[in-house]
Structures are given as C-alpha cells and as structure tokens.
C-alpha cells in the first residue's frame, strides 16, 4: 500500500493551506478503515480471476461476468423462509446404538427447500460454459430428491421447432408468456435448486397439441434420445419397403413413440406393419399402401423428410405428390 505511506507522510507535513491537510487525513482515514481492508482482503482473493479475465476481450469479459453475477445470485437465494433446509415433519425421539464402542444420535435426514416435484414448472436462472443455457429460463421439473439440492429440469423454449422424438410443444401454460411451450428433453440437465426463483402450475395429467399425455410424451422422448430406442417414424422410413402409412394424419400422433420391428406383411396392394411399444408386450399394427406406381426407397425417404420436417412450398407439393402416389 504506497499510497497509504505516501498518505502518512503528507499528513505530517506542516501545509500552508489547513483544508488540504484536512481532506489529505480524511481520504487517508478512509483507505486504512476496516471496510477499506475488507475490499482490499476480497480484492486479493479475486486476484487469480483478474489475471485469468484480463486477456479476454471486452465482449467475452462482459459476458462472464454476466454469469458470475447469476451464479452468485442463485448462490444466495434463500427462498421465501429464509431457510435452504427443512426436516421431515415431527422428529421422532432421538435413537442411541452401539457402535464398537462409540454411542451414536440418529437425526431425521433435511429436506431441501424450495420445495418442488415433479412436472413442477419453474422459472430459474441458469448459467455455465460456452453453448449452455445461460440467463433466466423456464423449465419443466422431472426429477427432485428431497435429500438433494440437484433437480434435473427440462428447459422449454418459445421458438416454433419441428417436433422431434425429444422435442415437442405442449400447448399453453397458465402464466407462462404466450407460446413458450415446446419442450427440449434433449436438452435436459440438473442444477440446484438455490436457481429456483418462481413457481407455477404443474403438468401432471396435462395434455399436448394433438391430445397425448405429456409425463408419458417425455418418458417416450428420453427412450429415444437417450436411452437408444427406435422411433416408429424411422422403423417405416427403414424397414417397410416403399410403403407409406395410410393415415397420416393418425401416423403423425404415433410417429414418435419408441418401438420394437415384430413384422412386415403384404395384404395385397397394402401391407401391416406389427409393432409393439418398447415397454409392452401387447402387438399394434399400422396400416401402409404401396405406390400405384415404381417408386424408389431413396425418394420415399424424401417424401417423409417433407411432410413431417418441411413447411411452405416443400410441404405443400410433398402433399400432392403422397396423394397423387398413395391413393
């Protein structure tokens, strides 16, 4: 600290002007006061972090210390009781027991707050490294231990997205901002609770779009996404010839769903395609037609890619040419 010597040397000075020495003792009172050294102590402490920001450029700085400011946000949120703990009901009497030759208290296990469960939806912050979701966020709660601060969520988006096996829209939430209901169970992940900053509803028994369960929508994501299984969509594109389902419209509600391959027959010009869900036993069928002409497996493909990913023109004419071919 040269300054502060610098400082207690000035001030013993004999100075013509009175006021000057004044200001001099009181800028001098205020480096060596213990708040002053309580910022000079953190100032240290962050030094390894000054070194490790000062080539960054201003933008990717700025941007970091944006996540910073979150991160240490959500460290502090002690939610609405000011208690990050809470015990499970009443504790019952307290249980000694022999251990060798120790004597041990059982304590009831802590129970995180804020208190959430599944199919909870939040609103968070969220930050972390390169392409992570950073910032505030809403999300689907799909798993929360109470014995632990980590939950796993599943973010929610209000961009219009092509409906995959692990990302589909759910229609509207009550007080959510309009249309940001698509969920991203590819983009699941776990953050502490200390993030949560809102409730709202929860989805237990809520319904989508097109009349499907959306707890059961999500299970069928994560068992194609991350648990390997087959989509009934790419079990036709794959392994039906080039027969297309009769019914598209009753096809794009199933599409998605995990499946196993039982069977492929003709029926004349049409043919039966049995499957069965990739957590049952029970056979399902779904009926296909064959092209009223040659049609080769590349373009069916194609065709698929169009109707159910495309919009505008590249839908529209994928329509005529599945109706032109197909009945």
Sequence with gaps: MDLIK????????????????????????????????????????????????????????????????????????????GN?????GTPPPAVTARIGSSTTTWTPPKQFLTEVKPLDVIHCHLAGVGFEYTGDHYAVIWNANPLFEVITVIPTTSKTKYEYPSVFNIGSIPGLPP?????????????????????YGNLKGATDLMGRDVE?????????????EESLEN????????????????FNVVRHVPAKFVNFRYVGRDAVLEYRLWNETDLRQL???YPNTRYPLAKKRELMKNLFYKSGSDQ???IVEYTRLFT
């Design 235 to 250: 079990i036709v594109r794959t392994q039906c010839s080039v027969a297309m389902p009769k019914d598209l419209v009753a």
């Design 179 to 199: 249309n940001l209901t698509t969920l991203n169970v590819d983009k699941m992940l776990q953050i502490s609770r200390l993030r949560i900053t809102n409730k």
């Design 84 to 88: 990050r703990f809470m015990n499970f």
């Design 287 to 289: 009926d296909l037609i």
């Design 216 to 228: 059961e929508r999500i299970k069928q994501g994560i068992a194609v996404y991350y648990g390997g």
């Design 6 to 81: 610098m400082l207690g040397t000035i001030t013993n000075l004999h100075a013509i002007d009175p006021a000057v020495i004044a200001q001099l003792q009181q800028v001098y009172r205020d480096l060596t006061s213990a708040n002053s050294q309580n910022v000079a102590g953190i100032l240290r402490e962050l030094d390894g972090l000054f070194q490790k920001i000062s080539g960054m450029s201003t933008a990717d700085r700025q941007e970091l210390l944006r996540r910073l400011e979150i991160m240490a946000a959500a460290q502090n949120n002690t939610f609405a009781n």
């Design 316 to 318: 529209s004419n994928a």
